[in-house]
Structure formats: structure tokens, C-alpha cells
């Protein structure tokens, strides 16, 4: 079965400064998705960012990119000039690819951004 | 367009009652699910239909009950409520051609006494 562990429960950042989550994920599959949800205090479940695993370049979304490296399953994210906006539950998340419909999470980090 | 909608947003129920979480998209998603979250445990995987008439079990199944008459709507029951079952529930729809975007609704934050 897969896994998904996040590592850190718990990060925190200045504003303004650089912060990056881990996520190591266990698969014997070789088509997946990997995604990274935020969870603000409104308890909606954002997508952040997603990345195919048969894609080679990482993914960015604006302040948002991904560390990906397939062969030692580790889907890390940056996030650049961090906002107080940015405090939210940030959740790792594997899909196995072709026709799976289940999302597998960490457990979460708890992110905080202070001023 | 609505997206996906729960209802209701918040609900307390007493041990052994029963009820119905709604779960309704418009967006013609062939998949729909539903995830529990509780604390320090991430989301887990209830139930997830993937069409009209078909169901099948997810991660953590017992004590939930669910049917796809619709392809819009995807009910959760719970037949019997128990304190285990206190957490905040969220359903979920994704298309059969982009599996990798899933839409989540806003939750349910199920309290039983």
C-alpha cells in the first residue's frame, strides 16, 4: 500500500523569508501524482501544487515549486517570500495514476508565518 | 458554477442516531469520494463511487453507508452513530480525463455526544 510522511508537524517562517516542507512517499508504482494541498483556518482544501511523476521538471506555481526526485521518492515544497496568508495545514498527497480515483495524505504540517 | 457542495456544514448527533451527510457537484465528475480528517491523522478515505451505481470501500469503511443513484450526488449515511465517528468530513469529485485535479467541498464537522 502506499504511504505518504511528512516528517515536520509542525514549521514556522518569517515573512518575507524562504520555508520548505518535506514529503517522502513509498510506491512500487511508476505512474503517480504527487499534489500539495493547503488547509487554511476556513478548513477548504486548496490545491498548491501538483506534479506528474513521468515529468522530470519540477513543478512552480508562482511563489510555489516542488523539489521532485523520483528516485528517492521526495516531494518537497518551497514556498518563496512567504505571506501571512501562507499560515495554513499543508498536506502531501500521492495518487497512483491511469484510473485510480483515491488520495493518499500525510498527516499535515502546520505552517506559521510570523511578521 | 457550484462546485462541490456538503451539507450540512455542522452537525451534533447523540450516540446510535442516524443521518445523512449530502454530498452534490456539477461538474459531471465521473469520481466522487468522501474523506474523514481527524487530528494528527491527515484525510483517510471513506468510500468513493466511480459512476452511477458503483461504490466500493476505501481505507477506513466501517459504520458508513453510501449509494450513487446520480452521477451529482454521492450520500454518506451513518446508520449509527458512535463518538469514533466525531470529525470533520469532507467529499471530493475528480474527472475521469483529469485525474489530477480533485475538487473538494467545504466539509462537515460532525460532533457525536
Known amino acids: 500500500a502506499q504511504t505518504v510522511t511528512q516528517s515536520q508537524p509542525e514549521m514556522s517562517v518569517q515573512e518575507a523569508e524562504t520555508v520548505t516542507l518535506s514529503c517522502t512517499y513509498d510506491?512500487?508504482?511508476?505512474?503517480?501524482?504527487l499534489f500539495w494541498y493547503k488547509q487554511p483556518p476556513s478548513r477548504q482544501m486548496i490545491l498548491v501544487i501538483r506534479?506528474?511523476?513521468?515529468?522530470?521538471q519540477n513543478a512552480t506555481e508562482n511563489r510555489f515549486s516542488v523539489n521532485f526526485q523520483k528516485a528517492a521518492k521526495s516531494f518537497s515544497l518551497k514556498i518563496s517570500d512567504s505571506q501571512l496568508g501562507d499560515a495554513a495545514m499543508y498536506f502531501c498527497?500521492?495518487?497512483?495514476?491511469?484510473?485510480?480515483?483515491?488520495?493518499?495524505f500525510g498527516k499535515g504540517t502546520k505552517l506559521t508565518v510570523n511578521p | 458554477n457550484a462546485g462541490v457542495t456538503q451539507t450540512p456544514k455542522f452537525q451534533v448527533l447523540k450516540t446510535g442516531q442516524s443521518m445523512t451527510l449530502q454530498c452534490a457537484q456539477d461538474?459531471?465528475?465521473?469520481?466522487m469520494s468522501w474523506y474523514r480528517q481527524d487530528p494528527g491523522m491527515g484525510l483517510r478515505l471513506i468510500h468513493y463511487?466511480?459512476?452511477?451505481?458503483?461504490?466500493d470501500q476505501g481505507e477506513v469503511p466501517n459504520g458508513y453507508n453510501v449509494s450513487r443513484s446520480t452521477t451529482e450526488d454521492f450520500p454518506l449515511r451513518l446508520l449509527s452513530a458512535a463518538p469514533s465517528q466525531t470529525s470533520v468530513y469532507f467529499c471530493?469529485?475528480?474527472?475521469?480525463?483529469?485525474?489530477?485535479?480533485?475538487?473538494f467541498g467545504p466539509g462537515t464537522r460532525l460532533t457525536v455526544t
Open positions: 498527497a500521492y495518487r497512483r495514476g491511469r484510473g485510480s480515483e483515491k488520495l493518499v
Open positions: 471530493a469529485s475528480s474527472s475521469l480525463v483529469r485525474l489530477y485535479e480533485q475538487y
Open positions: 461538474m459531471n465528475h465521473e469520481y
Open positions: 510506491t512500487s508504482e511508476s505512474d503517480y501524482y
Open positions: 506534479q506528474e511523476a513521468y515529468k522530470q
Open positions: 463511487s466511480v459512476g452511477a451505481g458503483i461504490t
